[in-house]
């Protein structure tokens, strides 16, 4: 898409950054002072890193890095202002226009690797930036996963993001730490008026959400709200972690929440009411100006291909057409011969057998095998890699106050330290919706060798590697590892497990067919629910917030099995030019140890496993 971005609007932009603290690119080393391509670009790299850092400090928390140099960094939030998007957007579009100045062909293929990821993220970032609306995330570390056309939605803002980073990231030893707590709580209400000032202009414009995602929205705030706040996670929080400690903390982070981020809360809720007033129930964003235009960059962001949205929903018809043909031979071993493959899996998946009670003892109980299966494949993972890594982890349960509009699981990687270990967060609101037959596969996608595993390989490459992050290869990863579970016999004598794996695979399929459905095809959010209840024997309950979701966060979920389909085919590719050579683990090893990558350049890393192989290098 050609951009928006008006040379007279960028001129004024980077007038105003230069006179601005917040700057955020230091100027390229002179080739003066370095002896090789490799040496300028690795250091235009580095400051890229650390300007990224300064746009984004949730980052340098998550990681671990916030100390020393960058200890500024722990008293700060990305700037949700509109004048901290607009500096963000020209900060990005100078970063891009120095890494555009290094010559590739000069430079090693690592660095050539490194410098090509940071120009995609960073051309993927403008793109978004010049529709004007909603959210841009590409180049968070935290929340790179879920650009958004609305600022907040019931998956999507400061309100459902800061009170569990704060809460999981920021590390507490010393009272500074603790001040530096505080002084986020003072940002996170700053973050909250910001966002409500960018609805307002949104709203101006048209950009809306559904009925549907504004109640649900405003529902976890009203619920939020109507509980004291001395219980919130940010000030009961605060006063765990610094029990003991001197100084006030626990009663100023109160006083903070009572008299700044429960007003801020109360002026964003009036905004979304006021949002809710002028809203409808169409769900796809073919509904916004330009909708078509936004819907093929949200694609593009989050499959790093260019597969039109026609093409997505043919893959995702046929792919599930093959794996409910899998499914049948099972489903009939069992015994169940009657009704379509979906209406068997929700019989099955209403089976009293497989179902915890929804009780906290229940709850208790899930996570407990959960913890045992993560266990369990921990001692199958030397035969799936070379190079293995800590893949430090604990199971969490996702926080009750955001559970209403949280997906099912989701994960990340610890600190690269390994002081904070990463978490595995599954959503233990309805247990009728988790099955046992299906918590083995969504652990090892999340889990281990899944995201917190794939996560820390990163931390073995440049700074900047660690903090760019892509859908597609996150995601394909991560549905590849429930592959790899299944391939490492976790199922032998199990057959309803093997039905929540392919029931999974199948579960990714539906979204590539319901994402365009809803955003191209123009599918009502009933039509979308009745779908892919009926087709993949998914609960109802699950289905309605997966179908929000993608009206929340467009293309997002088409990243799954787009990166899974390239993982496969790249992988395919290796077997047929190897032969002999061909070693599952050093495939594995090729596709972690370069990092995250966008899928255009995830085979030229391939290729360069093949080429070292077939020369016996590897």
């Known amino acids: 898409m050609k951009s928006r971005f008006d040379r007279r609007e960028f001129v004024a932009m980077a007038g105003a950054l230069l006179g601005s603290h917040v700057l955020s690119v230091r100027s390229a080393p002179s080739p003066a002072t370095v002896t090789s391509a490799d040496a300028i670009a690795e250091q235009l790299l580095s400051d890229t890193a650390e300007a990224i850092l300064v746009q984004h400090p949730e980052s340098a928390t998550a990681l671990g890095i916030d100390e020393g140099a960058r200890a500024s960094l722990k008293r700060r939030l990305t700037d949700r202002t509109a004048e901290g998007i607009g500096r963000a957007r020209a900060n990005t579009h100078l970063r891009l226009a120095r890494l ?23 051309e993927l ?20 996963y879920r650009n958004s056309p609305y600022v907040v939605a019931q998956n999507t803002g400061a309100f459902i993001e800061i009170p569990d980073f704060v809460d999981s990231k920021h590390t507490i030893k010393s009272p500074a730490d603790a001040d530096s707590y505080l002084q986020r709580l003072r940002e996170y209400a700053r973050s909250l008026d910001g966002e409500t000032q960018r609805l ?29 706040i001395g219980e919130w996670t940010i000030v009961t929080s605060l006063a765990k972690r610094t029990h003991g400690m ?3 903390f626990a009663t100023e982070a109160l006083r903070i929440s009572t008299r700044e981020v429960a007003p801020a809360l109360d002026r964003q809720m009036a905004e979304l009411s006021r949002h809710r007033a002028v809203a409808n129930d169409d769900a796809g964003v073919w509904k916004l100006k330009d909708g078509e235009g936004y819907y093929g960059w949200a694609l593009r962001a989050a499959t790093t291909s260019n597969l039109a949205p026609a093409e997505v929903h043919r893959i995702g018809l046929e792919q599930f057409n093959e794996l409910t043909a899998r499914m049948e031979p099972l489903l009939r071993g069992l015994g169940m011969t009657q009704g379509s493959v979906g209406a068997r899996m929700t019989a099955l998946g209403k089976d009293p057998r497989y179902l915890y009670p929804n009780t906290d003892a229940g709850r208790a109980q899930l996570l407990g095998y959960v913890n045992e299966r993560l266990d369990d494949i921990r001692t199958r993972l030397p035969n799936a890699f070379a190079t293995l890594v800590p893949g430090r982890l604990i199971v ?21 330290d390994g002081t904070v270990p990463g978490s595995y967060y599954i959503n233990l609101r309805d247990m009728a919706g988790l099955p046992r037959f299906g918590l083995p596969t969504l652990s090892y996608h999340e889990g281990i060798p899944g995201h917190v595993w794939q996560g820390e ?25 429930e ?10 004598g199990d057959p309803v497990g093997r039905l929540g794996y392919l029931q999974s695979l199948a579960f990714r399929a539906c979204r590539l067919v319901v994402d365009s459905g809803i955003h191209a095809k123009r599918w009502s959010r009933a039509q979308a629910i009745e779908w892919f209840a009926t087709s993949n024997g998914s609960p109802v309950a699950e289905v309605t917030s997966e179908v929000d979701r993608y009206c929340a966060w467009p293309g997002q979920a088409c990243g799954y099995k787009v990166g899974h389909n390239e993982i496969n085919r790249l992988r395919n590719k290796s077997i047929g030019a190897l032969g002999a050579r061909y ?22 890393v391939i290729d360069s496993f093949i080429t070292q192989t077939s020369k016996g290098a590897a």
């Open 200 to 228: 307002a202009r949104d709203r101006s414009k048209g950009v809306v959400a559904p009925a549907f995602l504004l109640d649900k929205t405003m529902g976890q705030i009203r619920a939020a709200r109507s509980r004291p």
């Open 246 to 248: 001197p100084g006030s």
């Open 483 to 492: 592959q790899l579970a299944d391939e490492l016999g976790v199922y032998e």
């Open 457 to 481: 390989y990163s931390y073995k490459l440049p700074l900047i590697r660690s903090l760019l992050a892509f859908n597609a290869y996150s995601e394909g990863w991560a549905l590849y590892s």
């Open 396 to 416: 969490k349960r996702v926080p009750p106050e955001i559970e209403l509009g949280a997906a099912g699981g989701y994960a990340g990687p610890g600190s690269i």
């Open 125 to 144: 970032a403008l793109e978004g930036y010049a529709f004007g609306f909603g959210d841009v995330v590409t180049l968070s570390s935290e929340w790179s």
């Open 583 to 604: 070693d599952l683990r050093r495939f594995d090893d090729a596709v972690v140890l370069a990092g995250n990558v966008p899928l255009t350049l995830l085979e030229q």
């Open 100 to 122: 555009q100045g290094i010559d590739a062909s000069q430079l090693s293929e690592a660095s050539r690797l490194s410098l090509g990821v940071a120009k995609t993220a960073h």
